[in-house]
């Protein structure tokens, strides 16, 4: 039976017997063929093994997307752990990342400088080998046994919980493992890779979305693991970490507690920095940064308030209003507005401002108007001797932002959702996911964007953060964790509705298929338990800070 293929921005192919999608991308002259991980056949995301025996649309998935790298990370995680399994019988576990690099633990015990070599040793030779990656398709019911005889309950019991019949599972040489979308058909596509052992655990690192051709500089923080390890014992003495459990609380009526619990954590660490605050009489200045969508306005709202329980009065200026006109904003590599960049901000008027309010004069803070892109009237502002100020903002650490303040009277607090719930054992939710659910949401109602122009955004925000925020994380004072167990669950019923009405023909479609894989491991918790004090608030709308 014969069938035709149509690709974007390419002929259309002619068959008259099944191909492979790999054995189609051969017959092209796709320009980025050395950077192809997989592909979309009808808008679901396949991998190159996938046949096609139909009229059917292709687009190919590179590692210079989002999806892409997406892709190639949960390849190399699956090398990782079948290939520790197979050579050193070692379960391990995915705990979190840092510096664009995965760390895993083994629960029986740490893992030595030989354990670790033995496993680089064979991703290399599954690499050489161009060792198959198997999609099939099983029953529930072999899949949930097949997980429990690989010892991965987490996995059998998200299974039960979704009761997806049948199950897509991959096979690599004999060890099976379940993701929210596809991997790589081969591990010859993915030979960029570092193992590094550290503190009994082992970094996995590859290539990232700015960096797509070579690994990412591998380096470590003793903060940010400090602060890592503190919230993962947190969950999982709560028994949190996988999404499996979250699950069993909604299914036994405790979703409330899981709210109230989570909000009191972070109850909790925000008076631990106003206790630190306090105790340096100097600072005048708090600096509130974080990369988008990550609670940086209700953060600071609530340290104010928290700060007025130790006698402290604060006032805080949204850097966001002093953005430059839509007109002089710069210009990203793809030719698009910047938003991200410092050169956004009117870092003089900033800089400024400050030093007025510091010494006690008064200023006209602007008000910066996102749907016509222009800065407008605002409001007068005059701080008393005794009250500090805040300013909040993805640049509020970097130093051109506040550069004619002496450092002794500054303080710094970097904001994120910087680690979470797992799926599972081997898939996270990651921090950049986390960022863009909100986002999309909050942009839809507030902004006026739509999910679809959210989305083709995002990639040009990912890398601005890269450049423009991350690197300044190490200058904090302080790390606040915004993470909340409990908000995918919650962020669902806004999302989904979202996602679908991405048009299959958008660019961004096969973005907004990825992200409701993820949600489809989510249970649904309703909103109407959100305090209305929660920095979750800040983005499904009900805050008593708007």
């Given at each position: 039976?014969?069938?035709?293929v ?17 054995e ?8 980025k ?24 649309s ?22 990782l ?19 664009y ?5 083994n ?12 496993i680089?040793?064979?991703m ?10 198997i ?10 046994a097949?997980?429990e ?18 199950v897509?599972l ?6 099976y ?18 193992l590094h052992?550290y ?21 470590t ?26 699950h ?30 306090e ?31 130790s ?47 510091i ?13 016509t ?9 005059r701080i008393?001797?005794?009250?500090i100020?805040?300013?909040e ?18 303080y ?7 680690t ?6 081997h898939n996270?939710?990651?921090t ?16 006026g ?5 959210t ?18 994380q ?25 996602l ?28 109407d ?17 708007e």
């Amino acid at each position: 039976m014969g069938f035709e293929v149509c690709f974007k921005e390419m002929p259309i192919i002619k068959s008259s017997f099944p191909l492979t999608a790999r054995e189609l991308l051969a017959k092209t002259n796709f320009p980025k063929k050395d950077q192809v991980v997989a592909c979309r056949v009808n808008n679901a995301q396949r991998p190159l093994s996938w046949v096609v025996d139909m009229d059917s649309s292709i687009d190919f998935i590179t590692t210079d997307s989002i999806e892409g790298i997406e892709v190639y990370t949960r390849t190399l995680m699956f090398m990782l752990t079948s290939a520790a399994s197979r050579i050193c019988g070692i379960r391990l576990r995915l705990a979190q990342s840092m510096n664009y690099s995965y760390y895993y633990e083994n629960p029986d015990g740490p893992i030595t400088e030989e354990q670790c070599k033995a496993i680089a040793a064979e991703m290399r030779r599954m690499v050489s080998a161009g060792t198959p990656f198997i999609r099939e398709e099983v029953s529930i019911d072999k899949a949930r046994a097949i997980m429990e005889s690989q010892g991965y309950g987490d996995k059998e019991a998200l299974l039960r919980w979704l009761g997806t019949d049948p199950v897509v599972l991959y096979r690599c040489e004999g060890i099976y493992d379940t993701f929210a979308s596809a991997i790589a058909d081969t591990a010859a596509i993915v030979p960029t890779f570092d193992l590094h052992l550290y503190k009994g655990g082992i970094f996995l690192s590859g290539p990232t979305l700015t960096h797509p051709a070579r690994t990412f500089e591998f380096k470590t923080s003793a903060k940010t693991l400090k602060l890592f390890q503190s919230y993962s014992k947190w969950l999982e003495d709560l028994d949190l970490r996988t999404m499996d459990k979250i699950h069993e609380l909604v299914a036994q009526g405790r979703a409330r507690d899981l709210l109230m619990v989570c909000e009191a954590l972070h109850t909790k660490v925000l008076g631990e920095v106003c206790n630190n605050i306090e105790s340096r009489p100097d600072v005048r200045l708090l600096c509130l940064a974080g990369p988008s969508s990550s609670g940086k306005t209700t953060s600071s709202r609530r340290l104010r308030v928290q700060l007025l329980t130790s006698g402290i009065r604060s006032v805080t200026i949204e850097l966001d209003n002093y953005f430059v006109d839509r007109d002089k904003t710069p210009l990203d590599a793809d030719g698009k507005l910047d938003f991200e960049a410092l050169e956004a901000l009117d870092t003089d008027l900033i800089n400024e401002h400050l030093i007025a309010l510091i010494e006690g004069k008064q200023i006209e803070v602007p008000k910066f108007d996102f749907i016509t892109g222009k800065r407008t009237k605002g409001y007068n502002l005059r701080i008393a001797p005794n009250e500090i100020l805040v300013i909040e903002g993805i640049h509020g650490l970097n130093e051109k932002v506040t550069e004619q303040v002496p450092q002794e009277r500054k303080y710094g607090i970097f904001i994120c959702p910087l680690t979470g719930t797992n799926i599972d054992m081997h898939n996270r939710i990651g921090t950049t996911d986390t960022r863009l659910f909100r986002r999309m949401v909050r942009d839809y109602r507030t902004r006026g964007h739509s999910p679809e122009a959210t989305l083709l955004r995002w990639p040009s925000v990912v890398r601005g953060s890269h450049r423009h925020i991350f690197p300044y994380q190490e200058k904090a004072d302080t790390l606040f964790n915004t993470a909340l167990a409990y908000e995918l669950p919650v962020i669902k019923g806004y999302a989904v509705p979202l996602l679908k009405s991405v048009p299959e023909k958008s660019e961004a479609f096969g973005e907004a298929q990825r992200l409701l894989s993820i949600l489809d491991a989510v249970p649904i918790i309703p909103s109407d338990d959100v305090p209305n004090t929660s920095i979750f608030r800040e983005f499904i709308g009900g805050s008593c800070f708007e």
